[in-house]
């Protein structure tokens, strides 16, 4: 694939911390975030009054400056924790620059131990097949160039599979992928949850929704699982997808967006998406580039049918 300026690649640079950066003021400086404080004691004091040994979340927009919307999210788990760097943030919020905090407060990372494995090896399609079934008959080509796999847009979908075993324990799967042409999902990763089977949706329904389809039957767009990401043409972005015993976990650049318990839930993937069983990457009237993808085993366990 040639590289052209009306469809140059994406270079290495994520430009993450640009995404991040709270909005400059008119003579250079950033702006300082003077409602965190107060959100975070309101947060605080609902997480004590409720008293709940479960998970809260909270996500609180603070309006827009330079149209960039300012969030500010807090996340407790059971009674361990977050109040004690929650109270703190009360007295340094309305002083710190919000950029610090808040990417502080939206990462979660967790134990990343286990044995690694390269799945694009950032020259060929070794250990991968292009789809061919279903709603990807009339699919674009998918090629390898300058460490990327490229794959064009299809006649809806174009996409690609591991061939490989894929574990059916705890387990991470990351890769890095962009939207080149097109506004729809430009990343569609299905994998095994246990016996069963689902996709995280980046970019779709509209050209930014993010979410599992399906939970419980439901697609990304209609379950608790749907987010929003302001994607950009062209730039790259991290996902990482963890499945333990527990629960399915989804960060972008660091930023979890999906948090859902397997106890309470039913997951399933779309007709569309089945071909792409049990670990495959996918984008629908969308061309896109992959890289750096990376399977990560967390704990022992047989491989997941590709049935």
Not at 105 to 131: P, Q
């Amino acid at each position: 694939m040639v590289e052209s300026a009306a469809h140059p690649l994406p270079s290495e640079d994520t430009g993450f911390g640009d995404r991040l950066a709270p909005p400059s003021a008119p003579d250079g400086r950033r702006e300082d975030n003077r409602f965190v404080g107060f959100v975070c004691f309101a947060q605080c004091v609902v997480y004590l009054v409720r008293a709940r040994p479960l998970r809260y979340d909270a996500t609180c927009s603070l309006g827009e400056r330079g149209g960039s919307t300012i969030m500010w999210a807090v996340r407790f788990a059971g009674h361990r924790v977050s109040f004690a760097a929650s109270m703190l943030s009360v007295l340094v919020g309305p002083f710190a620059q919000g950029s610090l905090i808040r990417i502080a407060a939206g990462r979660e990372d967790g134990n990343r131990s286990g044995a690694e494995r390269v799945l694009f090896n950032g020259r060929d399609l070794e250990g991968w097949r292009v789809l061919d079934a279903h709603c990807f008959d009339a699919h674009g080509a998918v090629e390898v160039a300058d460490g990327r796999i490229v794959l064009d847009a299809g006649r809806p979908a174009t996409g690609i599979a591991w061939t490989g075993d894929v574990p059916r324990g705890a387990y991470e799967v990351e890769c890095e992928a962009a939207r080149l042409e097109g506004d729809d999902f430009f990343c569609a990763v299905t994998f095994p949850v246990g016996r069963e089977f689902c996709t995280f949706i980046a970019g779709g329904w509209g050209g930014g929704t993010t979410g599992l389809s399906n939970v419980d039957g439901a697609s990304a767009v209609d379950n608790d699982t749907t987010g929003y990401v302001d994607v950009r043409g062209g730039q790259w972005y991290a996902i990482r997808i963890r499945v333990d015993d527990l629960r399915v976990r989804v960060w972008i650049d660091g930023r979890r967006v999906v948090d859902v318990e397997r106890a309470a839930h039913r997951f399933s993937v779309w007709w569309e998406q089945e071909p792409a069983r049990p670990l495959g990457i996918t984008t629908w009237h969308t061309k896109a580039a992959v890289r750096k993808v990376v399977l990560r085993t967390l704990d022992a366990g047989p491989p997941a049918s590709r049935e």
